[in-house]
């Protein structure tokens, strides 16, 4: 028996360049892989044997996009940011993602992998959610398609985000509170892997962003790649540049970020992934293994991962997507870290100058940008796409506490 | 791959030895776990352990994040954690610890193996005395990069086996895995179970087929009948949650050594 039989994994696949299918072993340069429990290595082939097989079939690929189009409204608008543009001095786009049905990208991803479950015989779909968005587009996704949902939060993001929580009830998923460890993101995550090892028969992992084992961050980033694509073809159309000097997303695991840089892959623009300052695994991470994958996580000196802090229950994650980490590595992106502070200003900013009231997550991508106007670091004309993840309704409670 | 891999014999480390010496002697495999550093004493729990017949002890170095384990390893590693245990702490606990006559086998997650470099922690736990290593989240298509290196520091890594484990995967995991082959019992975290699932005794007779080193049987075994049960297909039991159980609710190394020698005898009986 030859070992590579055993463990056919991809291995005749060189990766397909930068942001291309990962190489053999589900890696993102050293990152990445599938670092899972054995009893969950086979739900892991399976799943990526299913997306494989999905995602070069014609009929998978076209009911997505119908079911994109009519139920969540895509393609999404390219907005130019007029007013705030005057104030910066650049010239910004913003791609609405908050304009989706749910109010966050996170539908696309949910929606895909729902379909995908659907194709696999799988009758329910598990997640983990953090600010609630990914819970309530997997909830949304699950009602859609007749499926069961089941999606686990920490307490203490139940309490940030109780209309969410309400929300996804509504929807008819079934919500798990995680009472272990830092009550948020990263506690939700591993509870709902527990889950999983005793589910794969009948349930699919419906993970949230672009983390996790092989194949998720591949497949999650193939979900999000809409908005890129998109994206691409609005600024061909709308810029005199064709194509934006700078790209500019905000980053918990990297969902939005990586589907936004893929469509900007072959160009010139500069990538800037936006963390935030108490959860910053890219800008401040060092090599670990955590929830399936290989990449850079926040630690102490023992090796311990540090619970991430920030504002954005949907930031509060102490790593990074494995592509995140490698694309940083090569220097194709760079990712930089705002404060709570700049976020709430930045909020108010948008809110006031566009009338848009922007999640507090997508208000750490445009807290940079008003940065680095101010400080000449993106120089007065630039042209700059920034991706709104997602709208500001589920913070209001948090807003009012805290302008 | 080379053909010392193969060849079983040759490549026998001293925990596979001694597993083996026990088993061909009749004898029914029991290894008790501890969470390291749960209180400021805790190696008086190795000792009890020892003392009521244990043919191995699993010490589980606590990280913070265990995806694999129920809530009562969990409470136990927050416990650990929370007093301030630390890899570096327990490893020098276990130094000062005179020889059990068993062999000691570390578990923990795999960034803790990552932390400081695969080198440098098989050297820590060698210098220890530790001769074994179990690490659930790095399953055989990602062990590569531990195997060689545990080998060369002399620590025997032992891989898991799980229910859904397909066929020429299971062979592969019996060739490679070390010292022992920990079979999980059930498609589930870490806990105690009221019954030993089904899953259990199919899983091993498949182990079997493929192997003959040693088949642990772990996840869920807490009660002196699934420990018989379970002997009469594997080669021995883990019992993990079933003692961490007890610990959390205050029994002190004498309340251990009590509780794993009904195991023993039900082990011995059989
Ligand atoms: C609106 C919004 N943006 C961004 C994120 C962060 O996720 P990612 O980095 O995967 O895009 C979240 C997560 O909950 C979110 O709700």
């Not at chain 1, 949902?149 to 209309?163: H, I, K, N, P, Y």
Request: proline share 5%; aromatic share 6%; glycine share 12%.
């Amino acid at each position: 028996m030859q070992t590579r039989d055993v463990l056919a994994w991809r291995a005749s696949v060189a990766g397909s360049g930068v942001m291309g299918e990962p190489a053999a072993r589900g890696r993102f340069g050293e990152y990445g892989g599938r670092y899972v429990p054995e009893s969950l290595a086979e739900a892991c082939r399976e799943v990526d044997e299913a997306f494989r097989g999905a995602w070069a079939d014609p009929g998978f690929r076209g009911a997505l996009t119908r079911l994109l189009a009519v139920h969540v409204g895509r393609p999404t608008p390219l907005t130019p940011a007029w007013r705030l543009s005057g104030e910066l001095g650049v010239q910004l786009y913003l791609k609405r993602e908050d304009l989706t049905h749910t109010g966050s990208h996170k539908i696309n991803n949910a929606l895909g992998q729902a379909l995908l479950a659907t194709r696999m015989g799988r009758r329910r779909l598990i997640a983990e959610t953090g600010a609630g968005m990914h819970g309530v587009a997997t909830a949304t996704a699950a009602a859609l398609l007749g499926l069961e949902a089941t999606v686990f939060m920490g307490e203490r993001d139940m309490e940030r985000q109780s209309l969410n929580v309400f929300r996804m009830r509504l929807l008819g998923a079934e919500v798990v509170p995680v009472t272990s460890g830092s009550r948020t993101l990263k506690d939700a995550t591993s509870e709902a892997m527990r889950h999983w090892v005793g589910t794969t028969d009948d349930s699919h992992y419906c993970v949230g962003s672009v983390v996790g084992p092989d194949p998720y961050p591949w497949m999650v980033r193939e979900f999000q790649r809409v908005i890129g694509e998109e994206a691409r073809v609005q600024c061909a159309a709308e810029l005199v540049t064709g194509v934006p000097d700078h790209v500019v997303a905000c980053v918990g695991g990297g969902s939005n970020a990586a589907g936004t840089f893929a469509g900007f892959v072959d160009t010139p623009a500069r990538f800037v992934g936006v963390e935030a300052a108490g959860g910053a695994g890219a800008s401040g991470g060092r090599l670990g293994v955590l929830h399936g994958f290989r990449s850079l996580f926040l630690q102490d000196d023992e090796g311990q991962i540090i619970e991430a802090d920030s504002i954005a229950a949907g930031l509060d994650y102490p790593g990074v997507g494995p592509e995140h980490a490698h694309l940083r590595d090569l220097g194709r992106a760079r990712y930089v870290t705002v404060t709570d502070d700049e976020v709430l200003g930045a909020t108010a900013r948008l809110a006031r100058t566009e009338g848009i009231l922007p999640a507090l997550e997508s208000a750490h991508a445009l807290a940079w940008v008003i940065r680095a106007a101010g400080s000449g670091e993106l120089p007065a004309g630039s042209t700059v796409l920034l991706t709104l993840s997602g709208r500001g309704d589920k913070d209001v409670s948090t807003l009012k506490e805290l302008l | 791959m080379t053909n010392s891999l193969s060849n079983a014999a040759l490549d026998q480390g001293s925990v596979e030895r001694q597993l083996r010496a026990r088993r061909d002697g009749g004898r029914r495999l029991l290894m008790p776990y501890v969470t390291g550093g749960i209180t400021p004493d805790w190696t008086a729990y190795l000792r009890a352990f020892a003392a009521a017949g244990a043919d191995a002890i699993e010490v589980g170095l606590p990280f913070s994040d265990p995806t694999l384990d129920g809530a009562t390893i969990q409470e136990a590693t927050d416990a650990a954690l929370a007093r301030g245990a630390t890899t570096r702490q327990i490893l020098a606990d276990l130094a000062e610890l005179p020889d059990l006559g068993i062999p000691l086998v570390a578990s923990t997650y795999y960034n803790l193996v990552l932390h400081d470099g695969p080198e440098a922690f098989c050297a820590a736990l060698r210098r220890a005395g530790v001769a074994g290593l179990i690490v659930p989240d790095l399953p055989l298509h990602e062990a590569d990069e531990l195997t060689g290196v545990a080998a060369a520091a002399g620590i025997e890594l032992a891989l898991l086996a799980s229910p859904t484990t397909p066929e020429p995967r299971l062979a592969e995991i019996g060739r490679r895995s070390r010292g022992f082959v920990y079979a999980v019992s059930i498609m589930g975290t870490t806990g105690e179970r009221a019954d030993l699932a089904a899953s259990a005794t199919e899983l091993t007779r498949r182990i079997k087929l493929g192997t003959d080193r040693p088949v642990l049987l772990g996840f869920g075994i807490s009660t002196p009948e699934q420990a018989r049960e379970a002997g009469r297909h594997a080669d021995g039991v883990v019992v993990g949650a079933a003692v961490m159980r007890r610990v959390l609710d205050g029994a002190g190394p004498d309340d251990l050594r009590a509780f794993l020698a009904t195991l023993r005898r039900a082990l011995d009986q059989e």
